[in-house]
């Protein structure tokens, strides 16, 4: 007569309690030292966040323990539910998804994207499954390199709410399909991450980029460049008169002939390059009304004109042709 196990019967007793515990009959059969000791870990996570192990999630261990790497794979998954500020409801999001986010990601951008998934944190309950499906979906048509750069800069911005992890990812979109990655940099430089998570004017300037960046993009290449320039110029300075920036943009996008919007965001972006700051105010309350009064034509010589005086003479000098502040000016 064989006798039985005693620590595997222990393990089917437990089993009937939290059935997280049948994930070992899986991983004991792979063989693999590194897995069996992330399965472990999986299993403490489970039981601490007070998750539930089903069918559906036997179904995702099965897939990753036939594909490459599954510890690395058991890793990420355990990671991205255990987290900095990670609740049931984000980790439960986690234990859930997986499986489809896996087979969305291309196999030779499945380690940024295991990469990438712990950096969400918190913000899983907000984004659901649907949300990172929607991050995978729109990084399908990217080269390799683009995924990755993609990703870093959408985890970056992690951890801290749904609506600025979309919105990261928008821009990142658009900025690597214009092949302006370096974009992506000067960005994170003028509203780092850290910032975005704990101040609240950054936070929703951030939030509000993803809008701007769709919104811009629609016009073409050149008015997304520009839009998204003029964001990091005054965000260097100042993220609420950027915001205020952003959304005045978003007015005239949303309002104006396409001739106009255009020379707006154009023209706006050349202000503040060539005379400063200092005229995100006009650019934002008077520069729109100039289009309705005058006409696009002239009003895009008073900036022409404007800029370089700012450029020649400096950017007080530029502000003063700006406001009419001569007769050569009003002229």
Same mark, same amino acid.
């Given at each position: 007569?064989?006798?039985?196990?005693?620590?595997?019967?222990?393990?089917?007793?437990?089993?009937?309690?939290? &059935?997280? =515990?049948?994930?070992?009959?899986?991983?004991?059969?792979?063989?693999?030292?590194?897995?069996?000791?992330?399965?472990?870990?999986?299993?403490?996570?489970?039981?601490?966040?007070?998750?539930?192990?089903?069918?559906?999630?036997?179904?995702?261990?099965? $897939?990753?323990?036939?594909?490459p790497?599954p *510890?690395?794979?058991?890793?990420?998954?355990?990671?991205?539910?255990?987290g900095?500020?990670?609740?049931?409801?984000?980790?439960?999001?986690?234990?859930?998804?997986?499986g489809?986010?896996?087979?969305l990601a291309?196999?030779?951008a499945?380690?940024?994207?295991?990469?990438?998934l712990p950096?969400?944190g918190?913000?899983? $309950?907000?984004?659901?499954?649907?949300?990172v499906?929607?991050?995978?979906e729109?990084?399908?048509e990217?080269k390799?390199?683009a995924?990755?750069?993609?990703?870093?800069?959408?985890?970056?911005?992690?951890?801290?709410t749904?609506?600025v992890?979309?919105?990261?990812?928008?821009?990142?979109?658009?900025?690597l399909?214009?092949?302006?990655?370096s974009?992506?940099?000067?960005?994170?430089? $003028?509203?780092?991450?850290?910032?975005?998570?704990?101040?609240?004017?950054?936070?929703?300037?951030?939030?509000?980029?993803g809008?701007?960046?769709?919104?811009?993009?629609r016009?073409?290449?050149?008015?997304?460049?520009?839009?998204?320039?003029?964001?990091?110029?005054?965000?260097?300075?100042?993220e609420?008169?950027?915001?205020?920036?952003?959304?005045?943009?978003l007015?005239?996008?949303?309002?104006? &002939?396409r001739?106009?919007?255009?020379? =707006?965001?154009?023209?706006?972006n050349?202000?503040?390059?060539?005379?400063?700051?200092?005229?995100?105010?006009?650019?934002?309350?008077?520069?729109?009304?100039?289009y309705?009064?005058?006409? /696009?034509?002239?009003?895009?010589?008073? /900036?022409?004109?404007?800029? *370089?005086?700012?450029?020649?003479?400096? &950017?007080?000098?530029?502000?003063?042709?700006?406001e009419?502040?001569?007769?050569?000016?009003?002229?």
């Amino acid at each position: 007569m064989t006798s039985k196990d005693p620590l595997e019967t222990h393990r089917a007793e437990l089993a009937r309690k939290h &059935p997280a =515990y049948d994930l070992f009959l899986a991983t004991e059969k792979n063989g693999d030292d590194d897995v069996r000791r992330e399965a472990v870990q999986l299993v403490e996570t489970i039981i601490e966040k007070e998750l539930s192990w089903t069918t559906a999630q036997e179904s995702t261990l099965a $897939a990753i323990l036939a594909s490459p790497r599954p *510890a690395a794979t058991l890793t990420a998954w355990r990671k991205a539910m255990s987290g900095p500020g990670t609740s049931h409801k984000d980790a439960s999001v986690v234990l859930n998804g997986l499986g489809s986010w896996l087979e969305l990601a291309r196999e030779e951008a499945r380690q940024p994207f295991l990469d990438f998934l712990p950096h969400l944190g918190c913000c899983f $309950a907000g984004l659901g499954t649907g949300g990172v499906q929607k991050i995978l979906e729109s990084a399908r048509e990217m080269k390799t390199d683009a995924i990755s750069q993609k990703l870093r800069f959408v985890g970056a911005y992690g951890n801290t709410t749904a609506a600025v992890v979309r919105s990261a990812d928008r821009v990142s979109h658009a900025a690597l399909l214009h092949d302006r990655g370096s974009m992506l940099e000067r960005l994170q430089t $003028a509203l780092p991450p850290g910032k975005v998570r704990i101040e609240r004017d950054a936070n929703q300037l951030m939030a509000r980029l993803g809008e701007l960046s769709d919104a811009a993009d629609r016009l073409g290449a050149p008015t997304w460049n520009a839009a998204i320039e003029l964001i990091i110029r005054v965000a260097e300075n100042d993220e609420s008169s950027a915001d205020h920036a952003a959304r005045s943009m978003l007015r005239v996008l949303a309002a104006r &002939p396409r001739d106009v919007a255009e020379a =707006y965001v154009a023209d706006y972006n050349a202000l503040v390059q060539s005379i400063g700051v200092r005229c995100v105010g006009f650019g934002a309350r008077r520069l729109p009304k100039l289009y309705q009064d005058r006409g /696009v034509d002239p009003t895009r010589k008073l /900036v022409r004109l404007s800029c *370089a005086a700012g450029e020649r003479y400096g &950017p007080t000098a530029g502000e003063s042709f700006l406001e009419g502040g001569t007769s050569a000016a009003r002229g």
